[in-house]
């Protein structure tokens, strides 16, 4: 982290900070005390309270228990990034913002010095966190910008100050809380919005921009060709292979290629993608079959996708389909549920459906938890099917993902 002085964490951060005496500065910034260097600063966020000691113990500078944890983290990324001459990449959707921010790291990294927001470190703590990553060197730093309602992103972005602004998709996410897919185009727009005058949009086709100062990158669906475990970009004139076999992170892909194209790199012949946990993960299971973990968030547009993504991987095996519920959709919830169902239908997949909301599914086989899931997956599951896990983040399906993959001893 480019270092800031303990007075100035004082200034900008209200709230109790006890300095080491042999500390003058901060060399970064955690809210996790397992995480802790020497030289950084602890930030106290809810139950951190309890952790200040061990914070000190693993070589911090200083803790810090803040009136406004929210208040103190934005205080600090922000206080970072103007320091800062790094070009900033915000990423933004309804759904593939982590594959994206994953594919342009990797694409951006063998070019320049990259940072690039961990797992979906996408919110009010993971962006300044973020941010306190920055290094005097860093030339590139790739965030992912969630929301949960309107204001959100202008907010994050209040703090980021992006150079460039890439929305990967508008869907049926989040309806509860904004109400329609038109205030889900308006939260996303924010992004666009807060950028410079002369920053680069990379947007969908029909993604509405009303700015004149920007430029604007369109993008549709790419010509793709999946595999052998890879896929295959047309772009530009030449392809490029990636060391992925979805077909549906190929539309993130050239996303990921234009945004690198935005920012003065071109991406190699050949991209090694490290996805983050819980988005796609494939791990094999006994008799020949697959387990695709893809439980860490849900809804219609990142469902359809997966449920293809098993029928093609499936290959004429047995799928079978273990699915929470999509969170936040409103009064639409039921349909987009029976819509979800009626694919998995078509495609030849069974379902065991997971939770309450998944009811809506009207699977023949239902249970009420995640506990239950693992239970009942090992009795329906049989040697070489191809297994697909994968619901909203609350429904918390790592548990039956982790029962099908123990750990070896």
Known sequence: MIPLRLVEVAALCPGRLDAEPWAEEISG?????RRISEGDLFVAVGGGLDFRRHALARGAAATLVPDDAHGALAALGRAVRARSSACIVGITGSTGKTSTKDILAAICAPHRRTIAAEASYNNELGVPLTLCRL?????LCILELAMRGTGQI???????????????NVGPAHLELVGSLDAVVRAKSELIEALPAGGVAIVPEDFPVARTDLAVVRFGDPVAVVAEEHTVLSFDGREVEFSFAARHQARN?????????????????????????????????PGGGLLVNDCWNANPVSMRAALEHLAARASGRRALAVLGGMAELGAEAPRYHEEIAALASRLGIDVLAVGELARAYDAAAWVGDPAAAAERVRELIRPGDCVLVKGSRAVGLEVVADALTPVPI
């Open 29 to 33: 910034v955690q809210i996790d005390s």
């Open 154 to 168: 202008a907010s994050l972005c209040e703090i980021a100050q992006p150079d460039v602004g890439v929305v990967t």
């Open 135 to 139: 290094e005097a060197d860093t030339d």
């Open 253 to 285: 892909a050239f996303a990921a290629l234009l945004a690198a194209r935005a920012v003065g790199i071109e991406a190699e012949n050949q991209v090694e993608v490290a996805f983050s946990r819980w988005r796609g993960e494939e791990l094999p299971l």
